[in-house]
T-cell receptor
């Protein structure tokens, strides 16, 4: 079985500040980990993913995440927030047969001037 | 870049009516999925489909739901008798691999059951 917990349903930062969105997972198999972004009235866009190899993964729009197995975490960071980063972010875990993903509850990121 | 296409973008129906949500996956993909997102809640897995049969389904996917790949390009989700609680955004996804590392999502169909 797999599950995801995102700490903080809402995160607010100032433009230019560090963005940190937290994700912890549990998985009975080696996990694949994902961050998706959802802008209002749009679908899910893949930001980045970890499957195997390097534990620090870089994604689109300057985001990155680090897989820490010992902490069962996959936190998403961006050094400097931009107004256009305002959206809802979902962490997801997969890696089981047939590709089912289990999503976290989502974190709404607000960026203020 | 190839994309998953879903139609319609919005669907309004009366409780008890049948609805069919349509998806055109990416052409060379072999694995297909439906997820849903009730307003304010997390994205939930409904069903995965491979080799013309359901490979996995969630508890949500009861006898009221069915999926079909009627031809070589479409993938549909049917809800036989809609309930108010079926109101949600339904996302189709497809992948060319079986472990989900390259999952592409459509932009969703917003289903409103009145």
């Amino acid at each position: 079985a797999q599950s995801v917990t995102q700490l903080g349903s809402h995160v607010s930062v100032s433009e230019g500040a560090l963005v940190l969105l937290r994700c912890n997972y549990s998985s009975s198999v080696p996990p694949y980990l994902f961050w998706y972004v959802q802008y209002p009235n749009q679908g899910l866009q893949l930001l980045l993913k970890y499957t195997t190899g390097a534990t620090l993964v870089k994604g689109i729009n300057g985001f990155e995440a680090e897989f820490k197995k010992s902490e069962t975490s996959f936190h998403l960071t961006k050094p400097s927030a931009h107004m256009s980063d305002a959206a809802e972010y979902f962490c997801a875990v997969g890696g089981t047969s047939y590709g089912k993903l289990t999503f976290g509850q989502g974190t709404i990121l607000t960026v203020h001037p | 870049e190839p994309e998953v296409t879903q139609t319609p973008s919005h669907q309004v129906t009366q409780m008890g009516q049948e609805v069919i949500l349509r998806c055109v996956p990416i052409s060379n993909h072999l694995y297909f999925y439906w997820y849903r997102q009730i307003l304010g809640q997390k994205v939930e897995f409904l069903v995965s489909f491979y080799n013309n049969e359901i490979s996995e389904k969630s508890e949500i996917f009861d006898d009221q739901f069915s999926v079909e790949r009627p031809d070589g390009s479409n993938f549909t989700l049917k809800i036989r008798s809609t309930k108010l609680e079926d109101s949600a955004m339904y996302f189709c996804a497809s992948s060319d691999t079986g472990r989900g590392e390259k999952l592409f999502f459509g932009s969703g169909t917003q289903l409103s059951v009145l």
